[in-house]
């Protein structure tokens, strides 16, 4: 394994908390061994640097909304940063559907990204509304794909995903995806599953193929780093 990739929200720490501090000493540890550390998430990598720079690490790997942007190391400016492209349609899909959840729910919180698109409903009623929106405008919504959550919606162009950045990455390392190591715990984290030479997935409601079934992080380090 060459390169080591962790979703943030569900897998490197709980909703909204901090990462464990002992998970911290284990990645600090494998990284001590050679292995590269990658966080990849629906964030924006922005997001990712004020995170992981609490770590310690000395040169991770961040991946930002879902991989549409990817940078090394978390100092700033960094020394790498790339954002993925994609079409005019899917960016016309993405105003379209913005101003049409703002036009309904003037007070909705956005994800600040720069790509995707991230609206954060407040209530059931909420969801509901964007729901309906999607529903009532299938036809708008050319070149991305959209994903629902407990928390909020990802609008994403089509071409972009998890999988897609870490063979973007892979060939910017010089590695094979055999070499990768994934773990997730979401449906945002499948198109990884289907690229890393292993995935683990935690307690995940949707099983994957392509990904081990593990109950916790510790349990997918442990395995992990013992094959190592």
């Known amino acids: 394994m060459q390169l ?3 979703d943030l929200d569900g897998t490197l720490a ?7 501090p002992a998970n911290v000493e284990t990645l600090k540890k494998a990284e001590r061994a050679g292995v590269r ?5 629906g964030k924006p990598v922005f997001y990712l640097c004020a995170f992981m720079r609490q770590f310690g690490l000395q040169d991770p790997i961040l991946i930002g909304e879902n991989g549409a942007e990817i940078q090394f190391g978390y100092k700033l400016p960094p020394p790498y940063f790339y954002r993925m492209p994609y079409s ?9 559907f913005e101003a049409e ?5 003037p007070e909705i919180w ?3 990204n720069k790509t995707e698109l991230s609206p954060f409903p407040k209530s059931a009623r909420e969801f509901e509304i964007i729901d309906t929106i999607i529903a009532n405008h299938r036809d708008k919504a050319q070149d991305i794909r959209i994903l629902k959550y407990h928390d909020c919606f990802d609008f994403i162009p089509m071409n972009i995903n998890k999988g897609a950045a870490l063979r973007f990455l892979a060939d910017k390392l010089g590695i094979s995806t055999e070499e990768i190591c994934c773990i997730g715990d979401s449906k945002n ?8 030479g ?3 997935g935690i307690k995940l409601k949707i099983p994957h193929p392509k990904a081990v079934p593990v109950g916790s992080l510790e349990e997918a380090l442990d395995i992990v780093l013992k094959n190592e």
């Open 110 to 112: 956005f994800q600040p």
């Open 4 to 6: 080591l990739v962790l």
């Open 37 to 41: 550390i990658c966080l990849c998430s």
């Open 88 to 96: 005019e349609r899917a960016e016309k899909s993405l105003r379209f």
């Open 189 to 196: 984290d499948f198109p990884m599953f289907e690229v890393a």
């Open 101 to 105: 959840i703002k036009k309904t729910l």
């Open 14 to 20: 709980p909703y909204d908390a901090a990462t464990a």
């Open 198 to 200: 292993k995935s683990y």
